[in-house]
């Protein structure tokens, strides 16, 4: 709905997901893992603007989405940032970059780089969406 509220809009509104692709495609990723609420991960908004740009985005399986959406609704939300819980998402990444080829992880919410703070986990980088939708702003404020 974002092109729809943007064209409305009286003032400029950036889209973090065109500013997410913007960020993958300088990094040269093909095939970043998506991370982040049952809507995000499954929804087409962020897989039609990344497909635009030749990115193939990968949903976790069915398993591992119903995990990373339980822990982050009912968790990370309410504060819980438990060790148990990185390491699951982190044996996630690993699973992924396994069996489907990732070469990076879109971290789609607010809370998943609060629990994943590293900039990358063996050898597989993270894209915190918030930071750089902010970057963002405050680039084109100052512009």
């Given at each position: ?7 409305s ?14 960020a ?11 991370f ?14 990344f497909?635009r ?8 399986a ?20 438990a ?7 982190l ?9 489907s080829?990732?070469d990076?992880?879109?971290?789609a919410?607010?809370e ?22 902010a970057?963002?702003?405050v ?5």
């Amino acid at each position: 709905m974002f092109d729809e509220i943007a064209a409305s809009s009286p003032i400029p509104l950036i889209s973090i997901v065109e500013v997410a692709v913007t960020a993958a495609k300088s990094r040269g990723w093909k095939r970043p893992a998506l991370f982040g609420t049952r809507f995000t991960m499954h929804g087409k908004f962020y897989p039609k603007v990344f497909a635009r740009e030749g990115i193939e985005l990968v949903p976790p399986a069915a398993a591992d989405a119903a995990y990373i959406h339980d822990k982050y609704m009912n968790e990370l939300v309410n504060g819980n940032f438990a060790p148990e819980i990185r390491t699951r998402m982190l044996e996630i990444v690993d699973r992924m970059r396994e069996s489907s080829g990732i070469d990076s992880v879109i971290l789609a919410g607010t809370e998943l780089p609060l629990l994943l703070r590293d900039p990358e986990h063996n050898g597989i980088p993270f894209l915190d969406t918030m930071r750089v939708h902010a970057e963002a702003t405050v680039r084109y404020m100052l512009e």
